[in-house]
């Protein structure tokens, strides 16, 4: 079993930075490809970033040139650094990761969750 832990969440002003991290453990093997996804109160959860087995991109258009997401295999770990923050960013964000375990079955795992809020 292959659990995610996101971290890195908290309260910053409009224009800062944050940089959210998402820590695979258990019986991984590999962090094939991975996303990050957000829900504000009242809204649907929806894509932010992603990142195929392949290592390329796609973002939300609301999030284009601010976020980055990356993956970081040895460390099987996966980021999302976001710049000039907005309090319309304002959500929980959660990771999303597919890929192998030790027994090479495929996983498809959520994290809890980290509360970003945006606000001066």
């Known amino acids: 079993q292959v659990q995610l832990v996101e971290s890195g969440g908290g309260l910053v002003q409009p224009g800062g930075s944050l940089r959210l991290s998402c820590a695979a453990s258990?019986?991984?093997?590999?962090?094939?490809?991975g996303a990050w996804y957000r829900q504000a109160p009242g809204k649907q959860r929806e894509l932010v970033a992603a990142?195929?087995?392949?290592?390329?991109?796609n973002y939300a258009d609301s999030v284009k040139g601010r976020f980055t997401v990356s993956r970081d295999n040895p460390k099987n770990t996966l980021s999302l650094q976001m710049n000039s923050l907005k309090p319309e960013d304002t959500a929980v964000y959660y990771c999303?990761?597919?890929?192998?375990?030790?027994?090479?079955?495929?996983?498809?795992?959520w994290g809890q969750g980290t509360q970003v809020t945006v606000s001066s």
């Open positions: 258990g019986s991984i093997f590999s962090i094939n490809a």
């Open positions: 999303n990761a597919q890929g192998f375990d030790r027994k090479l079955y495929e996983y498809d795992s």
């Open positions: 990142i195929t087995s392949g290592g390329s991109t």
